[in-house]
């Protein structure tokens, strides 16, 4: 997989550089057709050179950033990164812009002088985190034990974990339930994939054991005319 993020990106570089040479080398043809003889603009070059310069510093340093972001290796296409605000897949990267697909599917073009902060969430294994909440009249040791032996045969069933799952223990207490936390760690973007199987196995495991999750209850009281009358006696 690290393999193929290095052509991708490779691909993306060589062919953002190949686009530049061939508009040069096109422009300079068309422009000795059109009776411009290009000698004479490089000379020229030296008295616009300074006005030119001044609109042409964010391109420079675009290009010099993402030469550095290259060389440095900071992410490849297929990372998951955070940058100049935005968050996502790296779709492409080029010498002049990055672009970023975000969860919401917004393509995101980044100018690479805009990049000065990066964090990468593809390099090291990724935290999965549940919080599990039953209610204060449920056996907790049973609760627990329950956990641990789903954690186990997650652990044994599921390669994208890394290390656990592992069972907390008791982390917060609510006005309606305690919470009982479980931690793993995964491959890159499969933190939650692992969550979403674990939450799934905690409450089919729990609705079979009769444990109750607790959630939000309303009760109504409805007074009814005898009821009023009656008070209005006393």
């Keep these: 997989i690290g393999e193929e ?66 060389l440095e290796d900071q992410f490849q296409v297929g990372d998951y990164v955070e940058v100049a605000g ?43 985190s549940v919080e599990v909440g039953i209610s204060y009249e449920e056996d907790i040791d049973k609760a627990i034990s329950i956990l641990e032996k789903i954690c186990a045969e997650m652990a044994r069933e599921n390669d994208k974990i890394m290390e656990g799952p592992t069972v907390l223990g008791i982390t917060n207490f609510e006005d309606s339930k305690i919470n009982i936390s479980i931690t793993a760690k995964t491959l890159p973007m499969e933190q939650w994939g692992v969550e979403r199987e674990l939450r799934k196995r905690i409450r089919e495991q729990f609705d079979r054991a009769g444990i109750a999750v607790p959630y939000p209850k309303c009760v109504m009281i409805q007074k009814t005319s005898q009821d009023l009358e009656g008070k209005q006696k006393n």
């Design 5 to 70: 993020k290095k052509m991708n990106t490779l691909q993306g570089i060589v062919k953002s550089v190949l686009k530049y040479t061939i508009y040069f080398v096109a422009f300079v043809p068309i422009l000795e057709t059109l009776g411009i003889r290009v000698t004479s603009l490089l000379a020229a070059a030296g008295i616009g050179g300074l006005a030119i310069g001044f609109g042409a510093q964010n391109l420079v340093r675009d290009m010099i950033t993402g030469f550095f972001i290259l």
């Design 86 to 128: 935005h968050s996502g897949i790296v779709e492409d990267i080029t010498l002049r812009v990055t672009k970023i697909k975000d969860f919401n599917g917004d393509l995101h073009i980044i100018p690479n002088g805009m990049i000065e902060k990066v964090t990468n969430k593809s390099r090291n294994n990724m935290k999965a």
